[in-house]
């Protein structure tokens, strides 16, 4: 069994967000870059099915520049094989669907993993265009993934609930919590990260789908009232004078 | 035509159909053209008229036994034909599980762009200009839509419901599904809890690390119920089997805006307030006049919450015994 495991590289969760003066893009300056946590839980699911002897080869992909080279690396270093970085800027989600879809066909993966969104644009439609460019049946916000015969039972998360999915497989499925537990990289596997190959691929011709025109902060939150212990019951009316409670 | 992906759900239109109804409908209007709505699976004629108080004035039914449960396949195929047939130039989605599990597949069959987290109608006098939710409600993004159609998703709770009622027709459109659309079936739904569910609560009653232990958590079930909102807690209380992974709140487990937020207990670390901050009305109790939830809050207790809960939750009982 293959898996290709899709990787974001995105700010920190700790990242204050600030952007350049012109208004047009992120400053990334002093800005660390991590693995999108939610396409975490499917590599490192991915990587337990390999511990498991289910699975032979896991494949990291992210599209991006030069600069993604060390989020690759960290996945490498939590465990992946190799890894695949498309050499172009990721401008949005219809291109870098486009990208994968394009390196992914006819490569015989089983399991193609991505998070349930990035962190940072929150878009959420790279897995299901993928899914849709290569005609494979798709689980969304799937928080548990085991393989069968030769398919898989998957839960997914839908209000209220969840549902229990039987799968063909190949199968996409965007990951969030539940899947699996985020790693620390050890030493060893950091030793060995930095000898695992990391092939770089010129990308294919796509068409845009969304051009970003600019980014604005929401607008600022007035000033806190506050009431004291003894004026709980002054809180209480101020909700139900605004019609809230 | 704008059309609605008008996902019915445990016997009704929830909430966040009924805005994205209200978007699409207005955003028809803003083009000069009508709104429809397609609906896939059994629902009755009788719920789908219920759309046209909010302005859709025609529903395709594609009605099939294989289409009783969703699958996402199936779903995007039966309403990319509808967009197709009626050269939809917008196809509007709620951001739920299944409206955002479909939407890129409709968008990829229709050549549309695609764009989720829509906060506002688009300036639509040269081509679609959007503003989207983005950085986990830490920025707004503009967007310009490169293709000639779109297929977008409304952030819920971020437009809100107006009726407009319209005369409307319903009429049945012929689709079957291909074979290949049940690769991935749900066999079976496990429901979480019979509680209010989180994405479409109105009010949240959330609580975090200060209540010290779960055998705490009488008096924040008892304020929920009370004013009828559901609980959420932060991650560190779900990690620990405090309280079940499902109410999970922050940038890495559910993502809501309630009209009111009640933060009890809880810091406000960054990745907690991910998840929450587009909440309308924010109340923070906590103890520590430094932690940083009050900074993004409307109303602030800096008080012990075993103090100033049950005080709450006094005053409450007041209001409702009068009303
Ligand atoms: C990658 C990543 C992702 C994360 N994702 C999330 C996420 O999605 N959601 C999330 O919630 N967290 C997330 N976290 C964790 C986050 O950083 C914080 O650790 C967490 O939110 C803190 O939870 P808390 O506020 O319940 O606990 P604490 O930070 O321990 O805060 C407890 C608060 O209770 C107050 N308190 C204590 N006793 C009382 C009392 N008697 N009366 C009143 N107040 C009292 C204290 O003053 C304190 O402010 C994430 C972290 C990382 C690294």
Known sequence: ?245 | MVLLFAEYSDGHFKKAVLEAATYASDLAKSLGTTCAAVSVGAVSDEALKTLSHYGVSKVYKIVDAKLDSFTNTAYAAATAAVAIQTNAKAIIFAQTYNGRAVAPRVAIKIDASAYSGVIQLPDTTNGFASLRSAFSGKGIEAIQAGKEKVVITIKTNSYHITANPVDCTLENFAFSPASTSFEAVAKEIVKASEGISLTEAELVVSAGRGMKGPENWGMIEELASLIGAATACSKPTADMGWRPHHEHVGQTGIQIAPNLYIAIGISGAIQHLAGVSSSKTIVVINKDAEAPFFKIADYGIVGDLFEVVPKIIAAIKKIKGKS
Request: aromatic share 6%.
């Open chain 1, 1 to 245: 069994m293959k898996i290709l495991v899709c990787i974001s590289h995105v700010p920190d969760t700790t990242t204050k967000i600030v952007f350049n003066q012109d208004g047009k893009s992120l400053n990334a300056s002093g800005v660390t870059f991590i693995i999108n946590p939610y396409d975490e839980f499917g590599l490192v699911r991915a990587i337990e099915f390999q511990e498991q002897g289910k699975a032979e080869q896991v494949t990291v992909i992210c599209v991006g520049g030069a600069e993604v080279e060390p989020t690759l690396r960290k996945a490498l270093a939590i465990g992946a094989n190799d890894a695949v970085r498309i050499n172009a800027n990721p401008t949005d989600a219809l291109f870098v669907a486009g990208q994968i879809a394009a390196y992914a066909k006819g490569k015989g993966f089983d399991i193609i993993f991505a998070g349930k969104e990035s962190i940072d644009y929150n878009g959420g439609m790279v897995p299901g265009m993928i899914a849709e460019m290569l005609e494979l049946p798709f689980v969304s916000f799937a928080t548990k993934m085991e393989l069968a015969g030769r398919g898989a039972v998957l839960r997914r998360e839908v209000d209220g609930g969840e549902e229990v999915i039987e799968s063909t497989l190949p199968v996409v499925v965007s990951c969030q919590k539940g899947m699996s537990e985020w790693r620390i990289p050890n030493m060893r596997g950091i030793m060995a990260s930095r000898t695992k190959p990391l092939l770089v691929v010129e990308p294919i011709s796509v068409a845009t789908g969304v051009q970003t025109s600019g980014y604005a902060y929401p607008s600022a939150k007035g000033s806190c009232v506050y009431f004291s212990t003894e004026e709980s019951e002054n809180l209480v009316n101020a909700l139900h004078n605004k019609g809230l409670i």
